[in-house]
């Protein structure tokens, strides 16, 4: 499996320009699309997450969680799939119930598959995994859409608060796959993540009948494209040598 260069919309990437197939030849070469929503609480390393998959790089600070939808084409066994993965704002717990808005609620109906996300270094956000899963279920009632669990922020031992065996002892008994990463430090752990989620979907709608295939459409935020993610990555190493130059 390997990411191809260029990130940018589905939109742009659809066939239909000079030198294209005849309709019914271009509907047949069209990559299958596989839509990830990424859903956890706040500060957890959703986006971090997202933006290390789909770009290598690690990028530590950013912008408030806006919900951006991130496109891309990957190559899956041997065939090309149009990849969505849509982030998504943190989830909070209000007097022990949880609180979803509507637009998330779109989301996690919308996606084929989800990855739910929490931090080592925050034991609240590892309450959140039974409510979440729960809640996804709820949602895609009679549909098994797969869902993965990571435990973010692997490196920061040093003042976790949730137990790595803790997170796997629950993915376990949500029959869930558990993945610990460092999305700052490790790269292949979120690509095996991903890789997963887009395997188990490719695999369901190979089985599944076109009505079950078709496409769902939510109102789409903006979608950073490549230019975006790369003024974010060197206004990072921008602050970084300044810190140095300072010191």
């Given at each position: 499996?390997r990411?191809?260069?260029?990130?940018?919309t589905?939109a742009?990437?659809?066939?239909?320009?000079?030198?294209?197939?005849?309709?019914?030849a271009?509907?047949?070469?069209?990559?299958?699309?596989?839509?990830?929503?990424?859903?956890?609480?706040?500060?957890?390393?959703?986006?971090?997450?997202?933006?290390?998959f789909?770009?290598?790089?690690?990028?530590?600070d950013?912008?408030?969680n806006a919900?951006?939808l991130?496109?891309?084409?990957?190559q899956?066994?041997?065939?090309?799939?149009?990849?969505q993965?849509q982030?998504?704002p943190?989830?909070?717990?209000?007097?022990?119930?949880?609180?979803?808005?509507e637009?998330?609620?779109r989301?996690?109906?919308?996606?084929?598959?989800?990855?739910?996300?929490?931090?080592?270094?925050?034991?609240?956000?590892?309450?959140l995994?039974?409510h979440?899963?729960?809640?996804v279920?709820?949602?895609?009632?009679?549909?098994a859409?797969?869902?993965?669990?990571?435990?973010?922020?692997?490196?920061?031992?040093?003042?976790k608060?949730v137990?790595?065996?803790?997170?796997l002892?629950?993915?376990?008994?949500?029959?869930?796959?558990?993945?610990?990463?460092s999305v700052s430090?490790?790269?292949?752990?979120v690509?095996?993540?991903?890789?997963?989620?887009?395997?188990?979907?490719?695999?369901?709608?190979?089985?599944s009948?076109?009505?079950?295939?078709?496409?769902?459409?939510i109102?789409r935020?903006?979608?950073?494209?490549?230019?975006?993610?790369?003024?974010?990555?060197?206004?990072?190493?921008?602050?970084?040598?300044?810190?140095?130059?300072?010191?």
């Open positions: 499996m990411l191809t260069q260029s990130m940018c589905i742009e990437c659809a066939p239909g320009g000079e030198g294209c197939p005849p309709a019914a271009a509907a047949a070469a069209r990559p299958r699309l596989v839509k990830i929503a990424v859903v956890g609480g706040s500060g957890v390393g959703k986006t971090a997450l997202v933006v290390r789909l770009t290598r790089r690690f990028i530590g950013y912008e408030r919900g951006n991130y496109s891309r084409h990957i899956i066994d041997g065939e090309m799939l149009a990849i993965v982030d998504t943190g989830v909070q717990i209000h007097e022990h119930s949880l609180h979803c808005n637009q998330l609620n989301c996690i109906r919308w996606a084929d598959a989800l990855v739910i996300v929490f931090s080592i270094t925050d034991y609240k956000s590892y309450e995994l039974s979440l899963y729960h809640h279920r709820q949602l895609h009632p009679g549909n859409v797969p869902v993965v669990i990571v435990a973010n922020k692997a490196d920061l031992l040093h003042i608060e137990e790595p065996q803790h997170g002892q629950l993915a376990n008994m949500l029959g869930c796959t558990f993945y610990e990463v430090e490790n790269y292949n752990d690509f095996n993540a991903f890789h997963l989620l887009c395997k188990e979907v490719s695999k369901q709608q190979t089985t009948t076109p009505e079950r295939r078709r496409t769902s459409l109102p935020p903006k979608s950073p494209n490549m230019q975006d993610l790369k003024r974010r990555f060197k206004q990072a190493l921008s602050a970084k040598v300044r810190t140095v130059t300072s010191v």
